[in-house]
DNA sequence: CGCTAATCGAGACGGTACGTCGGGTCTTAGG
DNA sequence: CCTAAGACCCGACGTACCGTCTCGATTAGCG
C-alpha cells in the first residue's frame, strides 16, 4: 500500500463531485482512539474502527493508507496539548513538563499508540519520518522554549556555539523524553512529583557540571 | 488464547510420554529471531516461524501461548549478552556500557522486537510482568555492578541509606535506558562514542552534584 | 457450524452491496463434483474445491454452511436428468428408469456423494430434510408420471382411493429405488439390461397380483 | 495405510512378549459403538474411541489400520442377530424378517454406520469387499433358508436351474434389502407392520406371477 | 434544472494467517 | 512383545481481517 489517495486534498481543491465529509475525519479519528483504548495496538480493526465511526470502509481507505498512518494522525494532535507554563525557574519548568508528559503518557491511548507505532516503524522509513514530523521534533520546541526562558533568567549562560547548543538541546531531549517513557512504560513505576524532583536535579546538575568542564 | 500449557515445564518432570524436544525450542527461538530480522514484528508469522524450524505448528502452540510470549523469549537471552568490563573508571565503564547497549539495539531483530512487545504489554499485565522479568529487571545488574566498582575505586562514596541507593538506582536505569532507546530508536540518530561521552558527562555530573546537594 | 448465512437469498433480494457472483456459484459447484471424482466424499476439501472453483474459502463459506450441504447441492441437480421417455409400454418404461438411474448410479461422483450425504444425515434432520427435497422427493415424479401414462394406455385401471394410491407410489420408488442402489452400491454388481428385464417383472408382477387381491 | 499389523493375530500365537488384551479388543469394539451413537460417523474420533476404551491410542492402531476398518468390525456383528423364526407361512417369515431388519436399522449405531461404511467403501475396493464379507453376504442365507422352508412347505416349487435360482436370490436380497433401507434411511418413513404386508404381498406377488411367465 | 463527477453506505470479493483439531507415527518408561 | 502416556509432523478446519471491488444512492458545483 502506498497511500493511494494521499490525504484529505489540501491545496488540490477537488472542485467537482461530492465533497469530503469534514465530520467523516473527525469521527474516524475519535473512532480510532476509542478503540484503542479498549483493544490496544494489535486487536484494532480499520473495520471495527469504521463501524464505531458509522463509516464505510471505504471511506476510511479512501483517506489514510493503513493502519500505522491512521493512529499516528489520530493520536499526534493529542501531544500538542503540552505547555511549558512558566513556573519560575528553569527546575519548576523541567518538573512541571516531566510530570505533563508523565500524565499524557499515563492515558491509554496514548501510551498504547505510542510504542507501537514506533515499533511498527523500524523497518518502515516513511513511517518513522511521518511519525518523526508528527509527533516527536514538535516537542522539542519545550526544550528550546525552556532553555531560552532560562537564559532570559540568567540561570543560563547564553551559548557560544549554535551547533554544541543544538547538540545539547538534542541530547537533553532524548534524555528526557527516553527517561520519561522508560519509567512510565517499561519500568512501569509512577512518575510521582517525587521522582520528576530527583530527576530534575540529576538533569540539571549535569547540565551546569557539563558546562563548567 | 489462555497460555494453555504454559511453557515446558520447570520442575513438573512428566515423568511419562515422550519427552518434548529440546533441539525444537532452540530451532524455535533462532528461527524467530531469524524471522523477525526479515520481516518485523508485524509481519512475523508462527506458521513461518514454525516451517523454518522444521518443526509443526502445533509443536509452537504446545510451548508459547502466542507471538507475544514466543518473542519476548527469543529476544531474552539476547540481552544476557551485555556485560561491564572494566575499563578502569567509571565513565569509561560508562561509556562502554552505553555503546554495547546501542549495539544490541542496532541489531534487527532486538530493536523491531523490543518496542513492540512493550507496546503490545500496554494492555496485559502478563505479558508486561514476563517483560520485566525476562528481559528488563535483569539488566538492573549493571547499573550496581558499575556503582558497587566506582565505589571499591573510591569514585563514588559508599550509600548511606540503602533505600535512597536504590531509588537512585532505578533513577539511573531509567535515564541510561531511556536516553539510549530514545536517542536509537525514535530519534533515529546514531549513538556513537562522542555521543556516549557527552551522555555519560551529563549523567555523572549530575550524579556527583545530586550527591552534594 | 450453524449455517450462519442459509444460502444465497431467494426473495430477500439483499438490494444493498456488491451482489453475489453468479459465476462463483456455478464454479463451485462444478469444482465440487470435479473434486468428489477424484478424491472422493472423506478426501474433499473445501479449500481444494474453493481453489479449483478459483475462488475464496470464504465466497464458499458465505453460501454453504459444511461439505453435506454443499455436496448435496452439488448432487441434486444431476438427478434431475432424469426422465422418463415413452417407450411404449409400461415395462419398457421402467426398464428404461432403472437403467437410467443405474447409469447416474454408475457415474463416481454420484456414487460416492449419494450414500456420503445419506450417511452423514442419520444424526442430522436438517440435512436429512434438505436432502429429501432436493434431491429424493422430486423423483417421485417419475413414478407418477409412469403410472398416469399406464392408465391412459389402459395398462393399469384408475385407482379408486388417492390415498392408496399415493401409499402405493411411495411403496414402488422405494422399491425401486432401493433396489437398485443397493444392486450397484451395496451388492456391487452390476445392473445390466437382463436385471433391468428380470426386476421389472417381478415389480409389475407384483403390482398385479397386488391390485388383484 | 495397508493394514500395518493385519488384526490380532489367528494362528500366529505370538509366543514371546507381553500378550495382547482380551478386554482391551472387547473395549474398543464397545466404545466405538458407543461413540457411533453420540456423534455419528464423521465425528467419530479414533483418540476418543481410545480415551472411551480406557485404552492407548497406540494399543488400538495396533489392531485396526483405521477408521473403517475399525467401524466394520464393530457393526458387523450386529448384523449377525437376523434370524429366520418359523412362523408357518412364507409370507409370515418375509414380513418378520422385514420387521427384524428395519428394527436393526432403526438403532442409532447400525443406521449411522451401514451407510457410512459403505459411502466409504466407493472408493475403495478392498473395504468394499471387507463389507461384503463381513456384513452383507452373510444375510443371504436368509434369503436362501426362507425358500428352503418354503419349498418343504411347498409353498414354492424346487427350482429347476441353479444358476437361474441363484440369480433370483440375489434379486429377492437386492429387493429386500434396498427397500427397507430406503425406506428407513433415505424416505425416513416408518417400516410398520402395515408397509412390511404391503412389500410382502408385492414382493411374493412378483416371485409367482415371474414364476409362470 | 439537469449534468457530471466524486462521494457515501453496504457488502461481496480473493487472500493470508489464525489457533484448533484429528490422524497416524514415534519415543519414552514400565509390565 | 505389549501398554499408557504424550510429543511429534502433517493437513484441514472454520473464522477474522485485510485491502479491493462493485453496487445503488447521495450531494455538491457548473452549465
Redesign the pocket.
Known amino acids: 500500500?502506498v497511500t493511494?489517495?494521499p490525504h484529505p486534498?489540501p491545496d488540490r481543491p477537488?472542485?467537482?463531485?461530492?465533497?469530503?465529509?469534514q465530520e467523516?475525519d473527525a469521527a474516524i479519528l475519535a473512532a480510532t482512539r476509542e478503540a484503542l483504548v479498549e483493544l490496544g495496538w494489535s486487536?484494532?480493526?480499520?473495520?471495527?474502527?469504521?463501524t464505531r465511526?458509522?463509516?464505510?470502509?471505504?471511506?476510511?481507505?479512501?483517506?489514510w493508507?493503513?493502519?500505522n498512518e491512521l493512529v499516528v494522525d489520530a493520536v499526534a494532535e493529542l501531544f500538542d496539548e503540552l505547555e511549558l507554563p512558566d513556573r519560575g525557574s528553569l527546575a519548576a519548568d523541567v518538573e512541571g513538563v516531566v510530570l505533563q508528559f508523565a500524565a499524557l503518557l499515563g492515558r491509554p491511548e496514548t501510551r498504547t499508540a505510542l510504542m507501537a507505532v514506533v515499533a511498527e516503524s523500524t523497518g518502515d522509513e516513511a513511517l518513522r519520518a511521518r511519525i518523526r514530523s508528527s509527533i516527536v521534533d514538535r516537542q522539542k520546541r519545550l526544550v528550546l522554549e525552556g532553555r531560552g526562558r532560562a537564559q532570559e533568567r540568567g540561570e543560563l549562560p547564553a551559548e557560544e556555539d549554535p551547533e554544541t547548543a543544538a547538540r545539547t538541546a538534542d541530547l537533553i531531549f532524548d534524555v528526557v523524553a527516553g527517561a520519561v517513557v522508560h519509567r512510565s512504560l517499561v519500568s512501569c513505576e509512577p512518575v510521582d512529583a517525587e521522582w520528576a524532583h530527583r530527576f530534575t536535579a540529576l538533569l540539571l546538575g549535569g547540565l551546569t557540571a557539563a558546562a563548567h568542564s
Do not use: I
Not at 43 to 50: C, F, P, S, W, Y
Not at 53 to 63: D, E, F, I, S
Open positions: 500500500m493511494p489517495m486534498t477537488a472542485r467537482t463531485g461530492r465533497p469530503r465529509s467523516a486487536k484494532l480493526t480499520l473495520g471495527d474502527v469504521a465511526a458509522g463509516v464505510a470502509k471505504t471511506t476510511l481507505y479512501r483517506r493508507a493503513g493502519k
